[in-house]
């Protein structure tokens, strides 16, 4: 059966989701292609969902026992099972994917399960589970295949005793030791839940320290209360060796001699662009060296009318800059207006304790203009913090040397994600620190850290002008 | 042992077994009544120990110490290439320690049911080849589980119970039989174990304390409509076709399974299919090792 659209989408997650209701919304007649019989990619099955609904619960645990400590001993049992932990899972996806499919239904995006491959640079066949096959063109196409996990050669993944971020949640206890490779952010995102269940946790990397692309205030952070939970960060190392022991325990040999054992390990170095068995060379479409689908600012490919969004072209790499290229590649192939991209565009990361990130680091505001205002807010320093038991947070603002004009700000602590938002539009709205101690905000609330973090930038800078 | 392929589960054997015969072994099922096998003392104390939070090493092997044919299985299997240990495990601490309190469990159960548990007279050869099968699936459901993300140990143990209904339901058909003093033919006898098997075993899995996600997949496996079940019942309901194919001797390949339901409730696609066949070769060396 050949089928003909006006846009055909490859892959399901959050970029071409969509992608695939912006072209339905421009009247186009879309097809929407995923592998799994129901919209949202890794993002719903291995992702984003799973790993919250975990982290959820080491939360809630924790807050619990912050609040109780004085009247009840909260003890987790050994080898506590995951699904138990996470019992709200099914849910969750169920009445995401309801949603989402709801979402498709309406806006009359036609959905194929199946795998799909180019048999030209206009023509694609999709292959069902039973091997049924369907040729379907159309004038354009989105690739939005997503990722799947990196395996280094010399890291023998066997989804039983060392794990990918597909397979991580799949155990059935929880581990009393767990070896983590990598520092970024799924990296850490596992490791600090796990580390605030109980499980002993070793984080290692080459890196210097873990989420180096984060302000070092808000990567220490991070790291401080990984050694609060009992975890530890090796960081400046190379593994040697990977190995399960036959038996019962993962030996991971490092260069500096050490032995890290542990009953599972994760490994979470890096994600690799899914375009095996797409035949993308079939459409005239390249690969960076890294795998990657190159693209231009619109999101073309080497094929002008063939767009890839999402983890497929590669960082950031976040569910919410995939949606935002899913929606602007078909808006651009169908020529519909579209604003500028944004600059600001926040980094939300899920460890615990949480952290985000908008606009530039201390660093970076230091390197373009020689000096960078600084202002923190700790949350002790917060009455919500206080009320909540969560004191141990940090919001840090970085303006311009001479203007005060908000260029960053960076979070970390109990609802740092939604917190930097406050601080985006501050940067999207060119304002200055002023801003924030001339508001006035809700009380309590976290949002009072940004005039606790511009009364303290001004401060410095009124004594460093009295000083000179 | 024999698959819905070869047993059609509504039909009703013809002669053999008689109508009052059945209807007791029926209701003492829906009774909970069905006179259900223990463990053997050992074996029973090592499950329970398993489950504990603080199950040391050392009182698992003490257990262990006091079943001498018990013990010599555990360091037969552990120093097995199944577990491939780098140094070879010379005393039952050690084997405990290294293996871990879950696995020796499950060790200790395979062993305990392959020796003496079920006692028909007249069906031993039966009885062993479900467990020859069972081993089997087990394997498959492992690799099952490894190609699709699944959770490899769950589905590795429903695999190896998953037809544990049967010699449940043969000791106890046997015994009614002889008690009425009737003769039955032997495939009126296998095929009605094979109508009730399924539930027969989740019986024994609750009796025995086993996790739900086991007591489940034992009660469902032969379902037909393994989308709506959880996904250990589906692994186990394609493993067990695996496992079957590959006893009959036939080179296992991937057209052998299309169109098995659980395919599309696990979304296998053909390329991972493919993975999972490949595996036949080793799985039945392992077969062989744990037999």
């Known amino acids: 059966m050949r089928g003909t659209f006006d846009l055909i989408v ?95 239904a309406r806006n009359g995006i036609e959905f194929a399960q199946g795998v799909a491959r180019f048999l030209s640079a206009n023509e694609l066949e999709i292959a069902d589970i039973a091997g049924t096959k369907r040729r379907v063109g159309a004038p354009f196409f989105v690739i939005a295949t997503g990722s799947s996990p990196r395996t280094p050669d010399d890291v023998p993944v066997d989804h039983e005793h060392i794990l990918d971020s597909d397979s991580i949640l799949s155990v059935s206890y929880l581990p009393e030791s767990l070896t983590v490779l990598g520092s970024g952010v799924i990296a850490c995102e596992y490791a600090s839940i796990f580390a605030a269940l109980g ?19 808000i990567s220490d952070h991070f790291t401080r209360q990984l ?34 054992r542990s009953e599972k390990l994760f490994c979470a170095l890096g994600r690799i662009a899914q375009v095996q068995g ?93 000096s960078a205002l600084i202002g923190r807010a700790h949350f002790k320093e917060v009455a919500r913090g206080q009320i909540s038991a969560a004191e141990d947070g940090l919001l ?56 606790i973090a511009a009364l303290d930038l001004f401060g410095k800078r009124a004594q460093r002008i009295a000083a000179e | 042992m024999h698959s819905e392929v070869e047993v059609a589960q509504n039909r009703k054997p013809d002669i053999g077994v008689p109508a009052a015969i059945r209807s007791e072994l029926e209701s003492r099922l829906s009774a909970g009544s069905l006179e259900l096998p223990l463990l053997p003392g050992v074996a029973m104390e090592i499950t329970s120990a398993a489950a504990k939070e603080d199950a040391d090493a050392r009182t698992i092997a003490d257990m262990l110490k006091r079943d001498a044919a018990l013990s010599a299985h555990v360091l037969r299997i552990v120093n097995s290439p199944v577990y491939s240990p780098r140094a070879q495990i010379v005393s039952l601490q050690q084997a405990v320690a290294r293996v871990g309190a879950v696995k020796i469990r499950e060790i200790a159960l395979v062993i305990a049911c392959r020796t003496g548990v079920f006692k028909a007279k007249g ?83 609750r009796a025995w304390a086993l996790p739900e996600t086991v007591i489940v997949a034992l009660g469902k496996h032969h379902t037909s409509c393994p989308e709506q079940e959880s996904t250990p019942v589906r692994i186990v309901s394609l493993a067990d076709r695996f496992a079957h194919l590959t006893e009959r001797g036939a080179v296992l390949t991937s057209d052998a399974v299309l169109g098995h339901p659980a395919l599309a409730a696990l979304e296998i696609y053909p390329d991972v299919l493919e993975k999972i066949v490949k595996r036949a070769g080793v799985v039945k060396e392992t077969i062989g090792v744990m037999s």
């Open chain 1, 10 to 104: 490859i892959g399901g997650g959050p970029a071409g989701q969509k992608a695939a209701v912006q072209g339905a919304k421009l009247g186009r007649k879309v097809l929407l292609i995923e592998r799994s019989r129901s919209v949202g990619g890794a993002c719903v099955r291995f992702g984003t969902i799973p790993s919250k609904t975990l982290r959820e619960t080491a939360l809630a645990l924790g807050k619990f026992r912050r609040l109780t400590s004085h009247v009840m001993d909260v003890k987790m049992p050994a080898h506590v099972q995951i699904a138990g932990l996470m019992t709200r899972k099914e849910e969750v996806i169920a009445s995401h994917e309801s949603y989402m499919s709801a979402q498709l």
């Open chain 1, 199 to 217: 499980t002993s946790v070793t984080i290692i990397d080459r890196s210097p320290r873990p989420l180096a692309f984060l302000d070092p205030e």
């Open chain 1, 227 to 260: 050694q609060l939970f009992g975890g530890r960060y090796l960081g400046e190392r190379k593994l040697v060796d990977v190995a399960w022991d036959g038996l019962s325990m993962v030996d991971t040999r490092l260069d500096d001699g050490q032995l890290v």
């Open chain 1, 278 to 370: 797409l035949n993308v060379d079939l459409a005239g479409i390249r690969l960076t060296p890294r795998g990657l689908i190159a693209v231009d600012e619109h999101g073309r490919t080497d094929a002008a009318h063939i767009y890839a969004a999402g983890d497929v072209i590669g960082p950031p790499a976040l569910a919410s800059t995939s949606m935002d290229q899913g929606r602007r590649a078909v808006c651009h192939a169908f020529g519909a207006e579209v604003g500028a991209a944004r600059e600001a565009t926040p980094t939300g990361i899920y460890t615990i304790p949480e952290l985000a990130s908008v606009g530039l680091t201390e660093a970076e505001v230091k390197e373009r203009h020689g």
């Open chain 1, 396 to 451: 840090k603002l970085v303006a311009h040397p001479d203007t005060g004009v908000i260029m960053g700000a960076h979070a970390a602590g109990e609802t740092a994600a939604d917190l930097v938002h406050i601080g985006q539009m501050a940067i999207l709205g060119g304002m200055t620190y002023h801003t924030f101690i001339d508001a006035i905000f809700n009380f309590p609330t976290y949002a009072e850290a940004y005039r």
């Open chain 2, 123 to 205: 069906y031993e050869q039966e009885i062993d080849q479900v467990f020859t099968h069972s081993i089997g699936t087990a394997l498959f459901a492992q690799e099952i589980a490894r190609n699709t993300r699944n959770n490899v140990e769950d589905a590795f143990l429903c695999g190896l119970l998953h037809d544990v209904g049967r010699p449940v339901l043969l000791q106890a058909l046997v015994t009614l039989l002889r008690e009425a003093k009737v003769v039955a033919t032997r495939e009126a006898v296998l095929e009605l174990v094979s109508e009730l098997h399924e539930a027969a075993g989740s019986a024994l899995a």
